[in-house]
Every structure is written in C-alpha cells, then in structure tokens.
C-alpha cells in the first residue's frame, strides 16, 4: 500500500498490522476505535506533534521488514469514556434547557414582560443548561482528551461512572425540585447539591490525579486546565451554598445579586478556561494554521484569573457600596481586553499556513471553531458597553440577558458543536453521520443566536413589539438546531465499526468490482472501468479531470466522502456509476 500525505492511519493498519508498533510508538493510536484514526497522516502527525517525514521513514521500514509471527499486533480498543456524558447532556439541553427555554422566551414575547416568568424557572434552566449541558459536555470530553494530550493512561477510571450518575442525578433534582412549590420535596434540594458536589470532586480527583502523573512536558495550556478545576471547585462550594440558603428560608429564587456574578464565575472560570485549554493544544492543527502566541494567552490567563473574583464580589455587593458598584463597571474592561486577547493570541482568523491544503479530510467543523470566536467578541463588545448603561434600568436588563446567550450559546455551545463534531469522529475513528446535517445546525444556531442577541438588545433599546416577536421566535431555531445536531452525534456515536481481523502484510488483492456502493475507493471505481470517469465529471467532481488527483486524493476517499464534499446525493450517484458498470459488463 502506498504511504502518502493523504494515507487514511486505519487504512494503513490494517492492510499492514505490523505499523501499529510505529503508530504506538509516536502515541498515534490513542484515539479512534478498534480500527484506528481514521484520519490522515499528514494531519494526525501535526495535531500530535510528530515529524511527519521521520514517521513514514519508519512506517515504510516496517512495511519492508513485514508482518510475521515475531511481529505483536496489539488490539485496539475504543475508550467510550465520554458517552453518556454527552448523550446525557444532549438529552438534559432538550428537554429542560432549550425546550424550556424556547417556551419561557415565547412567553415572554407574548406578554410582552421580561418579569412575566416566575424567576426560579428561570435559574432551573440556567442551572440544567450550565451544569447539564455544559458542564457534562465539558466533564465527557476532558476524561476522554486529557489523558490522551498528556500521554498516559486515565486514573481511577471505574470512578467515572460513579461520578457520571451522581452529576446526572443531582442535576436533574435540582432542576426539577427548585421551582417547584411542594414543601415536602424540598429536602431533596440539598440531596442534590450533596450529589452534584461529590460527582465534581470525583471529577476534579480523576483530572487532576492523570494530569499529575503524566511524564509529558508542561505545556502552557496545563495551567488553563487547572485553573478551571479550581473555579469549578469553588462555583460547586457557591452552589452548595446556595441550595442551603434557599433550603433553609423556605425560598425558591436564589437573590439574584448572587445567582448572576455566580453564573459568570462558572462561565469565565471552569468553563472558558477548560474550551481555552484544549483550544491551545489543537487550534492550530484543526485551522491549519501557526501555534499559539503564548505571551498573549498567558496575558489573557493572568488577567481572567484576577478579574474573575474581583468581578463576582464587586457585582454582589454593588447594590450597598459606591466602591463597589464601581468596580463591577470597571472590572468589565480587563475581562473584555482579555477575551480579544486570547483570539489574538489563538491566531484563529488568521490565514492558514498551508501545510495541510493538500491533505483530503472534512473540515465542516472549522467554520463553527471560528463563529464561536466572532460570538466571543460580541459578548466582550456587549460587556464593555454595559458600565454605560443605567444599573438597573430595562436596558442594562436586556444587554445583560444578551451577554450572557452570545456567551452561552453564540461562544460556548457552538464550541462544543464544532469540536464534538471533529472530535468524536476522531475518538472512533469514523466520519461524521452526516455533514449536511452539520450544516444546517449551523445556520440554524447562527440565526436564532443572532436573532435573540439582536432583538434581546433592541427591546432593551426601544421595547418595539417586533423585537419581541422576533426574541420569540429565536429558541425555536436553536431548539431545531440543537435536535438536528443532537440527532447527528448519537447516530455517530452509535456507529458500530465492525473489528476486521488484520490482513497478511502484502498488498491487499484489487477485488473486481461488479458494483459499488458509498465505501467504494474512488481510485477503484475508474481504475477498474474508465468510462465512470465521465460520470464523476457530469456530476461535478472536476477534479477527476487531474490523474495526480485520482491517484492521490482517489486512493483515500470513498464514495461517501466525495459525494458529502461536494453536496452530491449519494444514491443518485451510486445509481449512474452501477448503470454504467452493468452497461459495460453487458458490452462484453
Ligand atoms: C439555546 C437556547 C436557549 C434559550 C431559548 C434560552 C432562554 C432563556 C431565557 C428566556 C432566559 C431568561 C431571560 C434572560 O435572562 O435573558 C434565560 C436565562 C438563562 N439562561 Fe438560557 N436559553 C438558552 C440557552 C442557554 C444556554 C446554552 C445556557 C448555558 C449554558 C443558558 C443559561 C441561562 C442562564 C444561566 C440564565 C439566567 C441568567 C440570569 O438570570 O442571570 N441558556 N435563558
């Protein structure tokens, strides 16, 4: 088999088992199900940090020296850590989080009043959406990602699921007993902080016991990383502490001068500081373009890291002190200085170096990467315009509201899309179930996003009907986004690869093909009947024209890739391609 740029990792391994040791070696089957990354070499070898001309040095030395008994093929196994994570947090975010939020903001738009929604509603789907959604997102992926960034194996792994059901349990009774008006459930307030809190500092022991025990060199997105345990640490102590207070004066709302800051402290501290982590350490391989700028993201870290508890203490008590109500206007400067540093520092609008334009693989999540970095700077535009406006008033309320969805979902939600959609491919080492799919959430999330960011403000502007109406409407595009998005992963994470036994170390037979369907090589279709190739190029694929190309990119891409990249439907295409085969099976 021909080892080029383009080479598919599982493709490699398994027409020559004996390059696995090779792929071990450089640490480049950590990830990608029992066959293997399904990823080319080009690009894996960048993301990974290994030299790609010194790794198909050796990956050919291998293939020359052969298979054979004295060669061990080790099996690879699919670490499926992150899982219920996800599916959990997809589940929570479409039932109480978006769904509820959807009808809440119609609600809100029929009346008219911001203050029509009995408020602790209101913190249950904050509290499902920020620890639901995100945090399970963020808690699936780390136990997944982190172990594998710092080259070791996860600790007290069987601890995971432990922490998985307590997460999940404690966050669905909270949603659930908080605004609800039955004295008799309300012990279960405090059962479900109890819960919460022992399924984080499992969490926190789990990530911080591997990163400690990693041999790998520190590296400067390390220090993102810890900084989010110790504010997820604290927002959970804030939490519990919240629960109580509530439990104990018989409330239902938490005070909004501390549900508020507090929300910000979880959503700056532990959760931007844990996307910033993982964005430093794969950004550029994912973009294609240059490393990081450390000085500016070191920057940014040190300023987020002093504001942040600065920004909670100065909103809670600005209400009672001048000093302090003037701080919380001022504090929004550094944070927004810093969130424009931290793009600037990610390098993440800026051209891409090149290296990886002639590699084949989807990039459909790479817009998503980049729009949630545009909602970054809208939220940092959106927090240095608040200290102008009078605290308090309507408007300030409405910028507030809009602050807090171009963060939550226009930065934070569309990052997980974009990088659930790379990564879990990745993990199993398939393609996405369906990149139309991917894209029309985009376009459905970026539409609702903006349509309530916009609207949210220009009800706060001038209170106008019409922006209302158009605020109404904005969760349900996110909701159809979200279901569209949540459909597409499950489908993917549920994809059973089956294991196929390692080949012989030769060159796998060419199969005469009698009929192709979407795993068929290009490269095999026109090979074997010359005549599909005016076919390819009746439906569009131009490309086919450049023999390098069929000979290159064709021996890599199925019929299903090539058809997903360009728009092209699979069937009618699989169609043409067999009636020209059986027309030439026929002619002889
Ligand atoms: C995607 C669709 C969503 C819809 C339709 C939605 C709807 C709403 C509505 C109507 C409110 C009350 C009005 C306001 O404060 O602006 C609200 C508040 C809130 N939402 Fe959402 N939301 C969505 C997504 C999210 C996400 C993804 C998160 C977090 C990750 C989130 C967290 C919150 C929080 C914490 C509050 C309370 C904020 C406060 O009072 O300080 N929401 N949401």
């Known amino acids: 088999m021909e080892i080029n740029r383009n080479t598919i990792i599982k493709d490699l391994i398994e027409s020559h088992p004996e390059t696995l040791a090779v792929f071990k070696k450089y640490n480049l089957v950590i990830a990608g199900g029992v066959r293997g990354p399904n990823e080319p070499i080009a690009f894996f070898a960048k993301a990974h940090e290994v030299d790609y001309d010194t790794l198909v040095k050796e990956l050919k030395e291998a293939v020359e020296k052969g298979g054979g008994e004295h060669v061990v093929i080790p099996r690879l196994e699919e670490d499926k850590v992150y899982g219920k994570f996800v599916k959990t947090a997809i589940v929570l975010t479409l039932t109480v989080g978006v769904t509820f939020g959807a009808l809440v903001l119609s609600y809100i738009a029929i009346k008219l009043d911001f203050d029509s929604v009995y408020y602790a ?13 995100v945090g399970l997102c963020i808690m699936g992926f780390a136990l997944y990602i982190v172990p594998r960034v710092k080259n070791t194996e996860l600790r007290h792994r069987g601890f995971a699921n432990v922490c998985y059901l307590f997460a999940a349990a404690g966050i669905t009774l909270r949603t659930v007993v908080q605004p609800l008006p039955y004295s008799s459930l309300r012990f279960l307030l405090p059962v479900s902080a109890i819960l919460e809190c022992i399924a984080i500092l499992l969490f926190i022991l789990i990530v911080l016991r591997t990163i400690l025990a990693s041999k790998e060199k520190i590296g400067i997105y390390d220090k993102f990383f810890k900084a989010g345990i110790i504010w997820f640490f604290i927002s959970t102590c804030m939490n519990m502490g919240m629960v109580c207070y509530l439990y104990r004066h018989g409330l239902y709302e938490i005070p909004r001068r501390f549900f508020s800051p507090y929300v910000h402290l979880y959503l700056f501290g532990f959760v931007l500081m844990f996307i910033f982590a993982v964005n430093i350490r794969t950004v550029y391989a994912f973009l294609d373009i240059k490393p990081v700028r450390e000085k500016a993201v070191n920057l940014t870290f040190w300023i987020m890291n002093i504001c942040i508890p600065i920004y909670f203490a100065s909103h809670f008590f600005a209400d009672e002190n001048v000093v302090a109500y003037r701080l919380s206007q001022a504090i929004a400067f550094p944070i927004g200085f810093a969130l424009l540093t931290f793009v600037f520092g990610l390098r993440v609008f800026e051209r891409s170096t090149k290296e990886l334009d002639d590699v084949v693989m989807d990039r459909s999540y790479a817009k998503t990467i980049r729009t949630a970095y545009l909602w970054l700077i809208v939220t940092a535009g959106i927090l240095v315009v608040m200290p102008f406006l009078e605290d308090g008033s309507e408007i300030q309320q409405r910028f507030h509201g809009s602050l807090n969805h171009a ?17 879990i491919p990745t993990f199993k080492g398939i393609n996405m179930h369906s990149i139309r799919l991917s894209n029309i959430t985009f376009i459905l999330l970026n539409t609702g996003c903006f349509l309530r960011v916009f609207s949210q403000i220009m009800v706060g502007v001038n209170g106008k009907t019409i922006f209302y109406v158009t605020m109404g409407t904005s969760g349900w595009f996110e909701l159809a986004a979200l279901s569209l998005f949540g459909y597409n992963l499950w489908k993917t994470m549920n994809f059973v690869q089956e294991t196929k036994p390692p080949a012989a170390s030769q060159a796998p037979a060419t199969v005469k093909l009698t009929e192709v369907n979407k795993d068929t090589k290009v490269f095999d279709v026109v090979d074997q009947y010359p005549d599909t190739l005016q076919i390819f190029l009746d439906f569009g694929f131009s490309q086919m024209a450049n023999p390098v190309m069929r000979n290159t990119m064709g021996r890599v891409a199925t019929l299903d890739m090539a058809t997903k990249m360009h728009n092209v439907d699979l ?8 009636g020209k085969i059986v027309e030439k099976k026929g002619a002889v």
Do not use: C, E, P, R
């Not at 209101?122 to 959604?133: D, V």
């Not at 963060?407 to 990564?423: D, E, N, P, Q, R």
């Open 407 to 423: 963060l939550t979902v226009g930065f934070i939600t569309m990052m997980i899309i974009g990088y659930a959609s790379k990564m």
């Open 121 to 133: 509603l209101i913190q249950a789907h904050g509290h499902a959406q920020i620890y639901g959604w």
């Open 571 to 578: 069937d009618t295409f699989l169609k043409a391609l067999n």
